[in-house]
DNA sequence: GCTATTATGGATTATAAATTCCATTTTTGA
DNA sequence: TCAAAAATGGAATTTATAATCCATAATAGC
């Protein structure tokens, strides 16, 4: 008996046009699902957005929930590599302010909208999709790790004074800046991120030495 | 020409009755919507769960959105009066400690569930409803005077340095914890909660003074 | 007590949204 | 080249949900 494909209805093998296809449809719901929601996001409104038809959205996707699946993973994966460049050099207090300006300007340009794209959807989902708040949830810990990487880095070099734990810090730092994208969003005004990212930054730099 | 009843559907005078069924409707709608989501709860949820029928709800609330207002009010004045207590004597840094750990035990008692009230009706409402966004930007700045009247009454007594700034440090507290609601939602954990006011409540104390 | 106002019951309507269906075209791989 | 598999079009169906309607009961104020 040959393993048979079962599990989460693998889609069975896609041609190049195929994944074109499904790609479009994700980066649709991602886009409007950012905007407006999941729940204030139909799949009319993806079909739309992606100019496909029903039966090509109901062919990739078995229902609009395993749509917010992919949709989940695409933000995800999408927030990390943009942040790749300064995450992968998070590893002095220079980097650290550099970084946060970064995503402070970010959002300016944004003119505050919109939040997080991970942090919305987990507030949204996480307490009525389980699957989907443990794939969130995974979601942040990339992230966390990310940041923790260069935190660990300046305590091993001897930048951050052995009393510091990385740790506690990287994960206290990525939940400040999720208050702040929050707050940031409901004030439309950039003054709760960055108040909230200086006080961390400087409770982490308080823990410096040459 | 007498001033007649116009804007916001000011609602004619209501009997005793009807603001018992008026409150009964908002708390239950409350009640779901913070467990579901404003999108995720049907009219027809609220109906059954304060047992009152179609017309009862539609005498009282012209639309959804009207009970969405009435929620946001309702959770508003529910969140600041619950933490009431604990506010109006958050000027010492041991009162502000005694703070963090009921925060952190109530969210143990929710089992991590729901996050904020506000911020998870917040992060729904904030880029769709323009009113609704104007409203929780409100509570959440009645939420952080009540935090900044502490650290001022903390910081005219001399009890942290002249160079600490009370406003900054307000906003920034309760940034802090709004991304520890959200990531301990999320994680189905407080250490994020925890984490975050730690070194938020860290930093405001290297501003302490005898 | 009587009348205007308010409150309630509950069926009904209208609409929006998710999902299905079947026919047709395109692509793949032997 | 040709059959099987994949991709697409678009109408049709079904269900969920917001909102309306009209009749009846309760209450307030004179």
Chains 1, 2 share one sequence.
């Not at 734990?165 to 707050?183: S, V, W």
């Amino acid at each position: 008996m040959e393993t048979k494909n079962d599990g989460p209805k693998q889609e069975q093998r896609l041609t190049k046009k195929g994944k074109e296809t499904r790609a479009r449809i994700v980066a649709a719901a991602a886009k409007l699902m950012f905007e407006r929601g999941v729940a204030g996001t139909t799949v009319e409104d993806v079909q739309r957005e992606a100019k496909v038809s029903a039966s090509q959205l109901y062919h990739y996707f078995q229902e609009k929930r395993e749509l917010v699946h992919a949709v989940i993973l695409f933000q995800t994966a999408q927030v990390l590599s943009a942040q790749e460049p300064l995450l992968s050099h998070l590893d002095s207090i220079d980097a650290l302010w550099s970084w946060r300006d970064a995503i402070v300007s970010l959002q300016v340009e944004r003119q505050c909208r919109g939040g997080c794209p991970i942090g919305s959807l987990a507030s949204e989902l996480a307490d009525s999709e389980p699957v989907a708040r443990a794939e969130l949830a995974s979601g942040f810990m990339k992230w966390e790790l990310a940041i923790r990487g260069g935190l660990i880095a300046m305590h091993e070099r001897g930048q951050l004074r052995g009393d510091a734990e990385p740790e506690r810090l990287a994960l206290a730092l990525l939940t400040a800046l999720q208050g702040g994208l929050l707050l940031t969003q409901v004030h439309r005004e950039t003054s709760p991120l960055e108040v909230v990212l200086d006080a961390m930054l400087a409770h982490i730099g308080s823990f410096a030495q040459s």
